[in-house]
């Protein structure tokens, strides 16, 4: 998998790196790979200007180092310099001067109206790197404002200025601004923030430059991407000397009265992802059958045993009544593979005896695995917390579910985390705003209850459902279904297409 690095990670081999070679020099191969990459922006353009920000710190040097090699073309170099050169580092300093040595107009960044005079071809991002701590405000926000108007190509340096590698959120929270960079070029090692919460909206196209540093120096890490490698080993196909049994049983637990829709989006989902036999347990008198979908069998919920042979998806429209509670807690009683989703966290939040049970099952061994699925809002009733805090810090919020709940934890959302109890997480680049409607959390919930009834391993199974359920989305947005409109419904043949394609592939 493709690891992640924290800034305190990044400064550890940044450190090791400079104290093995001589000053300046991973500046230089900065400010080089940031002018190749500016210069793949512009080919073909005529009449090139390119406005660079350039911060008071190492970042802003790699800015003004890139200036003086683009300045060597024949193209209009311009830096808006924010830095007191007093304050700078050694090496920002040594940049600064460089830049200054060559055919580079310094503009004043207070002066928003002298940046405006020119029509910009490429904006290169270097006013703060990985350490920023505070909101971006005053003169600075009102130039942020303005390059985030413009439509050409923006390059940020290392991570968009506004932005928290670790949590991808935006410095400061509701109303702070960020750079909205069309494109990123990031060194030394990629990092959590360019692909969660506020990230995925404003990195762009990521690019990521070790800057040449030996491989020993990068340390393993407890942070990656997600992708098809992450659950290689689980992609089979299918023996023809084989059955309905062979591929396992769904029970998905849920429909309260007027809900019978969420149990049955997930269940469909569940037979299009190869479960062998799937199974509704109403919480309430349900449907009948499904007319759409008649294999797929009705129950009571009251009536149908919770046996450790079937993986069991429980909480999709299932309600918050004492009932429901009931049902719920005889489910985190079984043995059977669980994902708890929806309602069923809700119930866990507000009660402490479901909490011990969830708590319990880890230690029933190795056959009581639990998926829990929650959404930002679900995951802020679990910790107590807010929606803005979960926010604020996906990565710490999802590895705080998980140890706590001793759960494989899914916390949805642009960028979703999937972390595990032992620290690590892995951070999911499919999905769109397409997902962003009714119905698609409970077809990832039958996603991952399939995958569970085939035998995938539960780590493979969250990975693989969070991947797919994503991906799919991206597919249709590409074939123009959505992302405005598209339904949960449509999603789950998509699902079944790719997973048949990427065992195929596999297979090859």
């Known amino acids: 998998m493709s690891a992640l690095y924290s800034i305190a990670e990044i400064r550890r081999i940044e450190h090791a790196a400079k104290a093995e070679l001589p000053s300046y020099t991973l500046m230089q191969r900065a400010g080089e790979a940031c002018a190749r990459r500016a210069l793949s922006l512009v080919a073909g353009d005529d009449d090139v200007h390119v406005l660079i920000l350039a911060g008071p710190g190492n970042n802003g040097g790699d800015a003004l180092e890139a200036a003086h090699y683009l300045s060597q073309f024949e193209l209009h170099v311009a830096v808006a310099l924010h830095a007191d050169e007093s304050k700078q580092p050694d090496d920002a300093r040594k940049a600064l001067q460089r830049a200054r040595e060559s055919e580079v107009e310094f503009l004043d960044i207070a002066d928003a109206e002298h940046l405006t005079q020119t029509r910009w071809t490429l904006v290169i991002d270097g006013l703060f790197g990985i350490g920023q701590t505070r909101p971006i405000a005053g003169k600075l926000r009102a130039c942020v404002d303005y390059v985030n108007s413009l439509r050409c190509p923006i390059l940020s340096i290392d991570i968009a200025s506004g932005l928290s590698a670790d949590t991808g959120a935006i410095v400061g929270g509701a109303g702070?601004?960020?750079v909205r960079a069309t494109h990123t070029l990031s060194f030394i090692g990629d990092k959590p923030g360019l692909h969660t919460c506020d990230g995925s909206d404003h990195s762009g196209q990521i690019v990521v430059d070790t800057l040449e540093i030996a491989a020993e120096r990068f340390l393993p890490t407890r942070a990656f991407l997600n992708g098809p490698q992450s659950f290689a080993t689980a992609l089979k196909p299918r023996a023809n000397n084989s059955h309905k049994g062979s591929y396992g049983d769904v029970i998905v637990v849920g429909g309260a009265r007027g809900m019978a829709g969420a149990p049955v989006l997930a269940a469909r989902t569940a037979a299009f992802g190869g479960a062998g036999r799937v199974y509704v347990a109403f919480v309430d008198d349900g449907l009948a059958y499904d007319d759409k979908h008649p294999e797929l069998m009705f129950r009571l919920a009251d009536r149908v045993e919770f046996a450790a042979s079937a993986a069991l998806v429980v909480g999709p429209g299932m309600g918050t009544s004492r009932h429901a509670h009931d049902i719920l807690a005889r489910a985190l009683d079984s043995e059977a593979e669980i994902v708890v989703d929806a309602d069923a966290l809700?119930?866990?939040?507000?009660?402490?005896?479901?909490?011990?049970?969830?708590?319990?099952?880890s230690q029933a061994g190795a056959a009581a695995k639990t998926i829990i699925t929650p959404h930002p809002l679900e995951a802020a009733r679990l910790l107590d917390a807010t929606t803005a805090e979960i926010q604020n810090d996906r990565p710490a919020a999802a590895r705080l579910l998980a140890?706590?709940?001793?759960?494989?934890?899914?916390?949805?959302?642009?960028?979703?985390?999937?972390?595990?109890?032992?620290?690590?997480?892995?951070?999911?680049?499919t999905g769109n705003p397409a997902l962003s409607t009714a119905g698609t959390g409970d077809v990832l919930s039958g996603l991952c209850g399939a995958l569970l009834a085939q035998g995938w391993p539960a780590t493979q199974a969250a990975l693989a459902a969070v991947w797919l359920h994503g991906k799919a989305a991206d597919q249709l947005v590409d074939l123009g279904i959505g992302p405005v409109g598209l339904t949960a419904s449509e999603v789950i043949p998509a699902v079944r297409t790719l997973l048949n394609q990427i065992i195929r592939d596999h297979a090859r």
Do not use: M, Y
Not at 346 to 361: D, F
Not at 403 to 428: E, M, Q, W, Y
């Open 403 to 429: 140890r706590h709940f001793k759960s494989i934890a899914i916390l949805k959302g642009a960028g979703t985390v999937i972390a595990f109890p032992d620290g690590d997480i892995v951070i999911n680049t």
């Open 176 to 178: 702070c601004v960020a």
């Open 346 to 361: 809700n119930l866990i939040s507000a009660e402490p005896a479901l909490q011990h049970k969830l708590h319990r099952r």
